[in-house]
Structure formats: structure tokens, C-alpha cells
């Protein structure tokens, strides 16, 4: 039997007419949290609360950042250890595709994807039918070239000592890249399947003849399959310690670069560039982070002032008018 109702009984639960039991419907309890009438706080924006949070955030921020920038400006060689860095510009590694070629899971010492790579390496994930370790077009375009630091003296070349490890980031080295297991360790018996990348003159497994440095836990690849922001960047390359409290790291003097050119930049106008830094209590040298607080600092106070200025002018004005009888 068939039982008609309204659609307002509908909506309330109690259709008219039979004895059935009550209808679900799908309107909301007549709660507070669910009808929404909970109190809420609606900040209402006026001179007195916008033109304080501009000055404020512009006497915060511009100390800030002229004491970042002094800082970052005043670096010395007597300070601490001088870091040896490599530089490129013009080069993107912050492009979308070029940051998503890369499996991480081959990097973390996934057996199945170190024969397996990810689709994310195309155009770099195989050769010759073989897969490609490590895959993608980050780890291919990695940089080789070969820095060496001597001192002059009495017409003689001294080597500098460089130091290799500790210059990747700790979580990389130890969490994010892992040589692949099994076979003792082998790391010759580990890769064994798979090909180098097409732009590197050897095999992964050759990077170093120390096994805690070699592999995936290379540092210098680590360090550069950490993508730089920016298309002008450095990366560091070397360190060299302090032996003497009283003797600076680098003493005054004449010093030779030699260079083992296996990186080519024409193709992409690119430029390479050495640079030896020490490093502060913020890090390496860095202006843009001072620069960037001087600025947005001053942008705030100067429109804290333009808007006290209009506020002043015009804030007070009687906007009501005269209506006739």
C-alpha cells in the first residue's frame, strides 16, 4: 500500500499517515557544532590594529637582517675551517621534470628498483637493455670535474690536504641513500646487471676506493642530488681543517688550482667557479637572507607610514551627509 506525505514531513521524519517506523532523512541535528552557531572570533580590521603590525614587523625584521647581512659579509679565513666549494650558473636543477628524475628507492638500496628503475628516470632509465644505476637525469648530469689546492714554496707545490667525507648532510648519508645488500657486500656482485649513467666515465661502484664511501654513499653524488633552488648555486666540495690554533688554515701566500676539466658548460652558457669560504653561526656566506629581511622590513614600515598618513588625512572625516526635509 502506497502512503503519500508532504515534503515537509519528508524533511522532519514524521510522514503523516501508517504506522511505520521513522524515516531517515539527511538534515543536520539541531546542534550547535552542526548548525553551526559555535562562537567564533572575527578579527575586524582597523587602523588601530593594521598600522602597530606594520612598525613592528619592520623594527623586528630590518635589525635582523642587517645583522645577518654584517654577519654574512664579515667572514674570515681565521675563524674556523675553510670549506672548498664548486659553483655553476645557468644551470636549472630546480626544473619540475628534471627534479622528479630520480627513484629514491633505488637510492635507498631497494634491490627490486635497482633492476627495476622507476618510469621517472625516462629518458635516463635504461642503455643498451640494461638498467641504469643510478637512474634519472640528476644523477647523469652529476659533477666531475677534479679540484687540487697547492701552496707555493720556494717555487715548490705543497700538497693541501682536502677532506671528502662529512661534507654531505647527515640524514642523507645515513637515512635517504643506501648501497643495496647481500652478496658480502660486494659492491662489484651488487650492480652487477645493471650499467652506468650515460654521461659518467665509470660505474657507480668506482666512485672511491673506500667501501664507506662509495655507491649510492658517495658523498660528492649525494651532495649533488641535493637540487639547488636556484640556477646559480654552489655546492661543497672539500674541506680543510684547521691543524693549528695559532697558525690560520690558510696561510698568507701563493697557491695553485689545478683543475681536471671533465665538465663542460658551453652547451648551456654555463660558468664554473671555485670559491674557499669558513662559515659563521648562520651557516656559509649568504646575503640574500639579510637582504631579504631588510627589505620585507622596510616595505612594512614604509607602508605602515603611508597608511598612518592616509589614516590621518582622511580617517576622521565626517562621511555623513545632509539629508532634506
Same mark, same amino acid.
Given at each position: 500500500?502506497?502512503?503519500?506525505?508532504?515534503?515537509?514531513?519528508?524533511?522532519?521524519?514524521?510522514?503523516?499517515? /501508517?504506522?511505520?517506523?521513522?524515516?531517515? +532523512? %539527511?538534515?543536520?541535528?539541531?546542534?550547535?557544532?552542526?548548525?553551526? @552557531?559555535?562562537?567564533?572570533?572575527?578579527?575586524?580590521?582597523?587602523?588601530?590594529?593594521?598600522?602597530?603590525?606594520?612598525?613592528?614587523?619592520?623594527?623586528?625584521?630590518?635589525?635582523?637582517? =642587517?645583522?645577518?647581512?654584517?654577519?654574512?659579509?664579515?667572514?674570515? $679565513?681565521?675563524?674556523?675551517?675553510?670549506?672548498?666549494?664548486?659553483? *655553476?650558473?645557468?644551470?636549472?636543477?630546480?626544473? @619540475?621534470?628534471?627534479?622528479?628524475?630520480?627513484?629514491?628507492?633505488?637510492?635507498?638500496?631497494?634491490?627490486?628498483? *635497482?633492476?627495476?628503475?622507476?618510469?621517472?628516470? $625516462? &629518458?635516463?632509465? #635504461?642503455?643498451?637493455?640494461?638498467?641504469?644505476?643510478?637512474?634519472?637525469?640528476?644523477?647523469?648530469?652529476?659533477?666531475?670535474?677534479?679540484?687540487?689546492?697547492? @701552496? =707555493?714554496?720556494?717555487?715548490?707545490?705543497?700538497?693541501?690536504?682536502?677532506?671528502?667525507?662529512?661534507?654531505?648532510?647527515?640524514?642523507?648519508?645515513?637515512?635517504?641513500?643506501?648501497?643495496? +645488500?647481500?652478496? !658480502?657486500?660486494?659492491? +662489484?656482485?651488487?650492480?652487477?646487471?645493471? #650499467?652506468?649513467?650515460?654521461?659518467? &666515465?665509470?660505474?657507480?661502484?668506482?666512485?672511491?676506493?673506500?667501501?664507506?664511501?662509495?655507491?649510492?654513499?658517495?658523498?660528492?653524488?649525494?651532495?649533488?642530488?641535493?637540487?639547488?633552488?636556484?640556477?646559480?648555486?654552489?655546492?661543497?666540495?672539500?674541506?680543510?681543517?684547521?691543524?693549528?690554533?695559532?697558525? &690560520? +688554515? *690558510?696561510?698568507? !701566500?701563493?697557491?695553485?688550482?689545478?683543475?681536471?676539466?671533465?665538465?663542460?658548460?658551453?652547451?648551456?652558457?654555463? %660558468?664554473? @667557479?671555485?670559491?674557499?669560504?669558513?662559515?659563521?653561526?648562520?651557516? /656559509?656566506?649568504?646575503?640574500?637572507?639579510?637582504?631579504?629581511?631588510? #627589505?620585507?622590513?622596510?616595505?612594512?614600515?614604509?607602508?605602515?607610514?603611508?597608511?598612518?598618513?592616509?589614516?590621518?588625512?582622511?580617517?576622521? %572625516?565626517?562621511?555623513?551627509?545632509?539629508? &532634506?526635509?
Amino acid at each position: 500500500m502506497a502512503v503519500n506525505y508532504s515534503a515537509k514531513e519528508e524533511a522532519d521524519g514524521h510522514p503523516s499517515g /501508517g504506522g511505520g517506523g521513522a524515516v531517515k +532523512t %539527511r538534515k543536520p541535528d539541531n546542534t550547535a557544532f552542526k548548525q553551526q @552557531r559555535l562562537p567564533a572570533w572575527q578579527p575586524i580590521l582597523t587602523a588601530g590594529t593594521v598600522l602597530p603590525a606594520f612598525f613592528i614587523i619592520g623594527l623586528i625584521f630590518i635589525p635582523i637582517g =642587517i645583522g645577518i647581512y654584517v654577519t654574512s659579509n664579515n667572514i674570515r $679565513e681565521y675563524e674556523s675551517n675553510v670549506f672548498m666549494y664548486y659553483g *655553476l650558473s645557468n644551470f636549472y636543477q630546480n626544473h @619540475r621534470r628534471y627534479v622528479k628524475s630520480r627513484d629514491d628507492s633505488q637510492l635507498n638500496g631497494d634491490n627490486s628498483s *635497482l633492476l627495476n628503475p622507476s618510469k621517472e628516470c $625516462e &629518458p635516463y632509465r #635504461t642503455n643498451e637493455d640494461k638498467p641504469i644505476a643510478p637512474c634519472g637525469a640528476i644523477a647523469n648530469s652529476m659533477f666531475n670535474d677534479t679540484l687540487e689546492l697547492y @701552496r =707555493i714554496e720556494n717555487e715548490t707545490r705543497v700538497d693541501i690536504p682536502l677532506i671528502k667525507k662529512g661534507i654531505a648532510w647527515w640524514t642523507d648519508k645515513n637515512v635517504k641513500f643506501r648501497n643495496p +645488500t647481500g652478496d !658480502g657486500n660486494n659492491l +662489484t656482485a651488487l650492480f652487477q646487471g645493471t #650499467t652506468k649513467p650515460v654521461n659518467w &666515465p665509470k660505474p657507480v661502484y668506482m666512485l672511491d676506493s673506500e667501501p664507506d664511501n662509495n655507491g649510492f654513499i658517495n658523498e660528492d653524488f649525494i651532495v649533488w642530488m641535493r637540487t639547488a633552488a636556484l640556477p646559480t648555486f654552489r655546492k661543497l666540495y672539500r674541506l680543510i681543517e684547521r691543524k693549528d690554533n695559532l697558525e &690560520p +688554515t *690558510l696561510q698568507a !701566500g701563493n697557491y695553485s688550482l689545478v683543475i681536471t676539466y671533465n665538465y663542460p658548460v658551453h652547451s648551456f652558457d654555463g %660558468r664554473k @667557479r671555485m670559491i674557499l669560504s669558513t662559515i659563521s653561526w648562520m651557516g /656559509g656566506k649568504n646575503p640574500f637572507l639579510g637582504i631579504a629581511y631588510i #627589505t620585507v622590513g622596510s616595505i612594512c614600515f614604509f607602508l605602515g607610514v603611508v597608511l598612518l598618513i592616509i589614516h590621518h588625512k582622511y580617517g576622521n %572625516r565626517n562621511t555623513s551627509a545632509d539629508i &532634506p526635509n
